[in-house]
């Protein structure tokens, strides 16, 4: 009895925490407010194309391993799909089916000519040599080659992938192509045609929004209580544009554990120390948990790591003023509401983080064209683009007495539903 009460119990908290489900969930309330009929719902709840890939590797001692890969391409009715590849052993198809849908939603928000796709290798690269990522990269690319393109899909980097990997990626492409084909993923390194200020942009995006969501709720930035879940990519920049705001970025974290302190943390020495996976705290001991860290007092809280870290345990214990999500998903529905009763503004994944495709975009642009931008126009751009967003999102959540996320759900949604309709799909 007992058991089966717990595995009752398991099966509804996995539900709860099923990504995919809840993104469904908040798909099917946009499209209701909206006044779209059940067929858009039916056409957008999963994505358009799925493949699944082997990819057999030979490691460095002789062996070969089997991996398995996907590609997720949500909708194509406004463009060519685009999103990143994550390199995780947690990837699955269903998390990789949401990150589609929420990269199809972000290019409706930022108003860029894509639809949304995304990529994922169930692998742990921490314990792979850089030979084998290689071969890794390149048998992806092999894979997934027929249904991805500069005109049809491309990829850009996620978790615990990175410019070198989108390089090997790029060349690979280029030689089945038989054309040197830049556009084919964004990410690259700038001498193979990256853009100036992609690796930086997710953070400056969420930059941007923090700084306009403490403009309405009336908190100045500098001295400013931040914590910063996860210290990647879009972790490392953000705790570095915040403190260079003047901010004080008293919390951080990476898969092993967070460091805290009250009166501010020295945040140049840990960006110098971190490793290329955004591990740094195991060169401390004082540390604390993630769980613990989330629940520290402070006024801006940014999820920068995973999925699933503000959920209805924990959302009664989260003390900032605003939680912004730098990562995708990082709070689960019900975390939503409990966050948004309590007054505390969420400013969402799917516009929070829209700073790296809309860069991304900006890289494609300048390949297809053959002429780059300065850094300078770049973000000048970028800054037009996050703050135009930003308002967009909050004004219609206020007009329509609606959270954050449900408001950019809305604005998402619209353009992919108009471009299937003129299509003639629905
Ligand atoms: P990354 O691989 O550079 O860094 C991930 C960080 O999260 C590392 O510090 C890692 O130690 C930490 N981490 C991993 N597992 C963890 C766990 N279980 N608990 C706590 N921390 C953990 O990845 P990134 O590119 O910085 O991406 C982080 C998040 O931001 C992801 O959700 C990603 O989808 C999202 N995102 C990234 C970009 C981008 O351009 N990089 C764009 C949009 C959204």
Redesign the pocket.
């Known amino acids: 009895m007992v058991a089966d009460k717990n595995s009752e119990k398991s099966i509804h908290n996995n539900d709860k925490l099923d990504v995919l489900k809840s993104t469904q969930t908040v798909i099917r309330h946009a499209l209701e407010k909206l006044g779209y009929p059940e067929e858009v719902y039916e056409l957008l709840r999963e994505p358009i194309r799925f493949l699944t890939v082997k990819i057999p590797v030979r490691m460095d001692d002789g062996s070969v391993k089997i991996f398995t890969g996907y590609r997720a391409q949500h909708n194509d009715a406004v463009g060519p799909t685009k999103g990143?590849i994550r390199f995780h052993p947690e990837v699955s198809e269903r998390e990789v089916k949401a990150l589609s849908i929420w990269m199809s939603l972000k290019c409706g928000i930022v108003d860029l000519p894509y639809g949304g796709g995304k990529g994922g290798i169930i692998c742990d690269p921490r314990n792979m040599s850089f030979r084998e990522l290689e071969r890794l990269s390149r048998g992806y690319v092999r894979a997934i080659s027929q249904i991805v393109g500069p005109t049809k899909d491309i990829p850009a980097?996620?978790?615990?992938t990175n410019s070198q990997i989108m390089a090997w990626m790029m060349d690979e492409y280029s030689r089945i192509d038989e054309f040197n084909s830049p556009g084919f993923i964004t990410g690259k390194p700038l001498v193979l045609g990256g853009s100036h200020g992609r690796e930086s942009?997710?953070a400056k995006g969420v930059t941007i929004c923090i700084r306009e969501a403490a403009k309405k709720k009336g908190i100045k930035l500098e001295g400013a209580r931040v914590i910063v879940?996860?210290?990647?990519?879009?972790?490392s920049y953000l705790a570095k544009f915040m403190h260079d705001a003047g901010a004080n970025v008293i919390g951080i974290?990476?898969?092993y554990g967070a460091l805290h302190n009250p009166n501010g943390l020295d945040v140049d020495y840990l960006l110098d120390r971190r490793d290329s996976?955004?591990?740094v705290t195991k060169l401390f001991k004082n540390t604390i948990t993630?769980k613990e860290l989330l629940e520290q007092d402070c006024d801006i809280l940014v999820p920068?790591?995973?999925e699933n870290q503000i959920t209805e345990d924990n959302a009664y214990d989260i003390k900032a003023r605003i939680v912004v999500e730098?990562?995708?998903g990082p709070t689960t529905l019900e975390g939503t509401r409990i966050l948004s009763e309590r007054g505390i503004l969420l400013v969402p994944d799917v516009l929070a983080?829209a700073g790296?495709v809309t860069v991304s975009y900006f890289e494609w642009v300048q390949n297809n064209q053959g002429y780059y931008w300065t850094e300078e126009e770049v973000e000048e751009k970028l800054e037009k683009v996050m703050v135009k967003s930003f308002n967009n999102i909050y004004d219609t959540a206020e007009m329509r007495r609606v959270d954050m996320r449900l408001a950019a759900y809305m604005v998402g949604v619209r353009k992919m539903a108009e471009a299937s309709r003129f299509r003639g799909w629905i």
Do not use: R
């Open positions: 990143g980097p996620d978790v615990f942009a997710t879940q996860g210290f990647g990519n879009a972790g974290s990476d898969a996976f955004g591990t993630n920068a790591a995973i730098a990562a995708n983080s790296g």
